[in-house]
């Protein structure tokens, strides 16, 4: 790996956080010798093991795979998911994983049903951290009423193994977690 050619960090400073996120305005130089001020990455504040620090997870029901179509107001437009969402502190992928299923559908399934997707880097060149994939077998109703206070969160609208395919192949306005998780998905079938 001493081939790769890296950035020097320079300095880094705080310029923003909430509960979630510290954002940083980092001073990196070039391996040509250029200063690169201010720039930016989104550190979320709680990772599991392996830098996680979200999930996405595809559930399945029937062998039929559910997403929602959420309202994003930072992009103005209605957005294509799966249940998604930050780990918690204490826990891994797998429970971050059961447990915005069963947030945002009222859905669940036997623990030995959640398929690992692998991981992906939502955007290396701002997030430091990676969002792990899943994909939730034979989902049963949890008996529980989702409310969905989620932002983004909204019915399930579920998908056949080929109209899925169509879905990746063709769909506008998917989140980027999703698009990857039904490719893999797809490719595991």
């Known amino acids: 790996m001493s081939d790769r050619v890296r950035y020097r960090q320079l300095g880094r400073r705080l310029a923003c956080e909430n509960r979630l996120f510290n954002v940083y305005f980092d001073a990196v130089e070039t391996p040509g010798g250029e200063v690169v001020h201010d720039f930016i990455i989104v550190r979320p504040k709680v990772a599991a093991p392996g830098g996680i620090v979200g999930v996405c997870v595809l559930p399945e029901v029937d062998g039929r795979i ?85 932002i983004g969160a909204s019915s399930l609208q579920f998908f056949e193994p080929a109209s899925l395919t169509r879905f990746v192949r063709e ?19």
């Open 66 to 150: 559910g997403l929602m179509r959420g309202y994003r107001h930072q992009l103005d437009d209605d957005v294509w998911q799966a249940p998604a969402g930050f780990v918690e502190p204490g826990e891994s992928a797998d429970q971050s994983a059961m447990r915005e299923l069963g947030e945002e559908t009222g859905l669940t399934c036997d623990p030995e049903n959640l398929q690992q997707l692998g991981v992906y880097y939502p955007d290396a060149g701002l997030i430091e951290g990676s969002v792990a994939l899943f994909a939730a077998h034979n989902c049963r109703p949890t008996g529980l009423d989702v409310l969905h206070h989620e």
């Open 171 to 189: 769909a506008e306005s998917v989140g980027g977690s999703t698009l990857v998780a039904c490719f893999r998905y797809l490719a595991t079938r």
